[in-house]
């Protein structure tokens, strides 16, 4: 039985709370939230859980081995080091920190405690994911040539982060999974309508080893939720749709043929082909629900998480190399 508490119950927490709280071989041992309305309930839903509004109550429960924690994103360094430090397996929800030397601390200290250190990066464990990333590594798709990801939303609005560290880890986390390889450089452009210096939109461009190129749109003012991926390869195209129930992915046997060479070079050497268009079983399964049952694997087994610290802190660096691109005006910057 692994006794496992969750710091922050709020509008994503809560999913955590119902998701740990329905499996086999869990009990939740303890809940906190800044917000006793958020609480209110939990009492009665869980009442061997100590329910409290401070966190570091929840650390010196007896016998509890891990922590998972959906505050705010600017406050999950503080918590999980505190929990690290407490010897406690942690996962945080995307992302790690708001700061690449705090995400390099808490890897350091999850070492130095030997205690697994977990980020919610979830679409790494949607199951539409894994299909698209055996189709690359099988050479489906042929040599990848770009990738272009579209999350927009008309809100929810916040006010601790902007909509690149709200949106944003779920592209790169994804992308740079299929790709197999971190991003070089980053240039992005983005802008703050709604709120000031908060941006509630931003385009990025991300180059990797091999000159793939990733482009990325996030917006929280947006009319319609994308959640929507395109992989574009020189055998074949794949459409990644997580908004819908039966059609997940789409297989486009389309791309472009080099014909054999002509007598001058001025005759068209390239033809269009079009083919027939592909719609794979996806098992349907909740991504959230996976994501928890690797990271108690993870804890009963003592093994590296797919979507671990070090992970986790590559994300948040593209995240500042974005911000800084921003600030200087879309100029590249090094990853």
Known sequence: MIRIAVIGCGSWGK????????????????????SEQKLSGLE?????????TDYKDLLKIEDLDAVCIATEAVNHYTVARDALAAGKDVLVEKPLATRTDECDELVSLAASKDRIL????????????SVLKGYIDEGVLGKIYYIHATRTNLGPIRKDVNAIWDLAPHDISTVSYLV????????????????DGIQDMAFFSMK?????????????LYPRKTRETTIIGSKKMALFDD??????????????????SYDSYGDFQLSLRSGDITIPNVEVKEPLLAECLHFLDCVKERKKPISDGVEGRNVVRVIEAVMESIQESGKPVAI
């Open 180 to 195: 197999g390889s971190q991003p070089i450089t980053v240039s992005a452009s983005g802008s703050s309508y709604l709120s």
């Open 118 to 129: 977990m980020v919610g990066h979830v679409f790494l464990y949607n199951k539409a994911v």
């Open 15 to 34: 999913n955590y709370v119902r998701s740990f709280g329905s499996l086999d071989g869990v009990k939740l041992v303890g809940l906190s939230d800044l």
């Open 243 to 260: 908004i819908s129930t039966l059609e997940k992915i789409k297989l486009f046997d389309k791309g472009v043929m080099r014909e054999p």
């Open 208 to 220: 990797y080893p091999d000159d793939v190129v990733a482009n990325i749109h996030v917006s929280w």
């Open 44 to 52: 009665k839903r869980y009442p061997d859980a100590v329910v409290t």
